[in-house]
């Protein structure tokens, strides 16, 4: 069984920064990428950032200059270092792990809260 958690949320004013976490355990087969997606009240999930086993990134345009994605994979850690903080990234950040075993096999966090306040 594989478990997502998730740290760093919180409260934070319009222009700061937040830094998350977020630590795979359990049986990790291989990586295709870790990443973080979000979703604000009334919205779809949507993605946030992504980075490969090869330290390839992706991010969504909204945040690009803005948040960097980095990982460590032996501890098996993704972090989203989020500057510049803006009241329309409020919303629940979820951490994303995309894997393979013979199959695709997707797993997320539960979440953490990310509120930014004008």
């Known amino acids: 069984q594989v478990q997502l958690v998730e740290s760093g949320g919180g409260l934070v004013q319009a222009g700061g920064s937040l830094r998350l976490s977020c630590s795979a355990s359990?049986?990790?087969?291989?990586?295709?990428?870790m990443g973080w997606y979000r979703q604000a009240p009334g919205k779809q999930r949507e993605l946030v950032a992504l980075?490969?086993?090869?330290?390839?990134?992706n991010y969504a345009d909204s945040v690009k200059g803005r948040f960097t994605i980095s990982s460590d994979i032996v501890k098996n850690t993704v972090y989203l270092q989020m500057n510049s903080l803006k009241p329309e990234d409020t919303a629940v950040y979820y951490c994303?792990?995309?894997?393979?075993?013979?199959?695709?096999?997707?797993?997320w966090g539960r979440g953490t809260q990310v509120t930014v306040s004008s």
């Open positions: 994303n792990l995309d894997t393979w075993r013979g199959v695709r096999i997707i797993y």
């Open positions: 359990g049986s990790i087969s291989s990586i295709n990428y």
């Open positions: 980075i490969t086993k090869n330290d390839t990134t």
